[in-house]
């Protein structure tokens, strides 16, 4: 079986999100021997040498970065199939602004949310047109819609006129880089050159209106002194917009971290926390699973149904909510984190990448 995988979203970096759930799917369809992988992006042709270096098998055009925008939305209105830029093929896998016809084979459309139609508030303009481009694209050309949660299906189908037939849901895994437990040397280097404190709760996500980031800070600020002690609130990942420049001292920034040095600092925490408003996986839940560490996560979309009463849950619009639920994290006795702790590993190992290839292959050669 021959399949062209889109990987434009490999451009932007640093790599988080659907970057990374692309590069492992790609990593677990690779390791397939009746599978033929071909690679297609339609980005500025500066950006070309970067990705073939990593993927030579890549057929792209060469597009001036000037009108690479409107190379685009020309590809968008025309609906150019994709078989005469990359060859004909069983199937093509789009995870980016572009969803081609392939006229051999089947469309793959992999969705990770619906928010920029149905929560526009937190995205840029821009990016909410671009969107609403590629929903017209699904619509039209895309035989198989996966989402990535159950959730983002529920969305999908209540906010767009795709057809629901063709939505199905295929769950991402946990990251390969969080496979090996870290070393003790690994741990104390990691903690060394970020300059580490001994007690800290982690957040992992850029930092953007819907990941809740306000509210999460001044629930932590409430948090009795004598229950917070000296724990400090590490944040990971880029700035993002829509953000306040200014922290509170317990406030530490580490910016983005390579996976490599993720699952350590995951491993140094004393849990994660992550009271998003709304998600379409929830990737940083099955780490902190995979990994070890305790939840604290929020109680809608595709977050409770991720963690499955592995996690606390609050309410994401509630300070207080979030405050007690950080208060709870902070006393865990050691029987509870342990439940705790372990009904994450036996959830982190019901998603894996294996899984959401073989799902989506299985839609590959569905008879239409």
Known sequence: MRIIVDISPLTSL??????????????ELQERDDITLTYFALVARGLLPGLKKTYPELKAPAIPARISRAALHFAQTVSLPIDFIAGPADAVISFAWLCLPLKSGKTVAIIADATPITDPQWHREINIELFKKRLRSIKKNADVVAAISEATKKELINSTNIEKEKIVVAYPGVPKAFNAEPTKSTLRRIKEKYNLPNDFLLFVGTQEPRKNLESLIKAFAGVDNKIRKQTKLVLVGDK??????????????????????????FVLSHGLVFPSLKEGFGLPIVEAFATGIPVLTS???????????????????SQKSIQHGLEQLLRLDAKTKNELVREGKKRSQEFSFKKMADKIIQEIKRPQ
């Open 299 to 317: 109680n809608r979309s595709s977050m409770a149904e991720i963690s499955k009463g592995a996690a606390i849950l609050v309410n994401p619009e």
């Open 14 to 27: 640093p790599i988080t999100g659907i970057g990374k759930i692309l590069e492992n799917l790609i990593d």
């Open 240 to 265: 993002g917009w829509g953000r306040k420049n200014s922290r509170p001292s317990f406030v530490q920034e580490l910016g983005f971290i390579p996976d490599d040095e993720l699952p350590s600092i």
